[in-house]
């Protein structure tokens, strides 16, 4: 998993509230049992005029050009401006795939659905939170001003405006240390793994049995 320590980034304003992981990543390209190129189908609802299907040609497909992230603007936007309940609907880690895959580092939203803020996390993109008041005064900003860009410092946990603005979220301990070392659930183990060895070398010697293993069926 990529380390998240400090990230500035093109900010990109999806304004509409209660996305669902439906319109994130729509249910035919759930198929795929890789994670990897989910990118190019990312709101593909809203990002293209026709209908998606797994293993089409996305270069030749028509864009919406209302669509935000279509716009040259907000090209290479790494930082999504969402709106509250951001990825609510089934619980598909699909959806934090799309938006890393796409580009996006991290979030900005009031709020988000449980099981895609857990979700994210695991997949080393940064759901930040700050109050909804602010979540407006930045996309104000973000409209007002092309190219406009964020600082995101998870250490310090702040946010930072071109301006010097800047605020504070909350995220937990666990979660920040293993973004700041870019350990997923599986590395977080792996740091254990000689202890894991040493347990395992232990039990065996007290409990030989466990060793022998049952004749395989005829």
């Known amino acids: 998993m990529q380390a998240f320590t400090t990230h500035q980034g093109l900010v990109a304003p999806l304004d509409r509230d ?32 026709d209908h998606g299907e797994p293993g089409m040609d996305n270069s030749r497909r028509p864009l919406n050009p209302d669509f935000v992230l279509n716009q040259p603007r907000y090209q290479g936007a790494s930082i999504l401006l969402c709106r509250k309940n951001f990825g609510c609907g089934s619980s598909r880690e699909h959806a934090p795939w799309a938006l890393q895959q796409y580009g996006f580092r991290a979030l900005i939203a009031p709020s988000y659905a449980d099981i895609f803020f857990n979700n994210s996390f695991k997949n080393g993109l940064l ?23 964020l600082t995101v410092d998870l250490a310090q946990q702040r946010v930072t405006a071109p301006d010097g603005s800047h605020w504070s979220f909350d995220v937990d301990a666990y979660r920040k240390e293993s973004l700041l070392k870019g350990l997923d659930e599986i ?32």
């Open 18 to 49: 209660n996305v669902d992981t439906d319109l994130i990543i729509p249910k035919q390209f759930l198929k795929s049992i890789k994670r990897t190129g989910f990118g190019p189908n990312l709101f593909d609802e809203l990002r293209y005029l």
């Open 127 to 149: 759901p930040i939170i700050l109050p909804e008041t602010v979540v407006d005064q930045l996309f104000k900003a973000v409209e007002a001003t092309e190219g406009y860009q």
């Open 187 to 218: 590395g977080q183990t792996l740091l254990h793994a000689q202890r894991i060895r040493d347990f395992e070398s232990r039990r065996l010697q007290q409990h030989p049995w466990l060793a022998k293993t049952t004749p395989a069926a005829r």
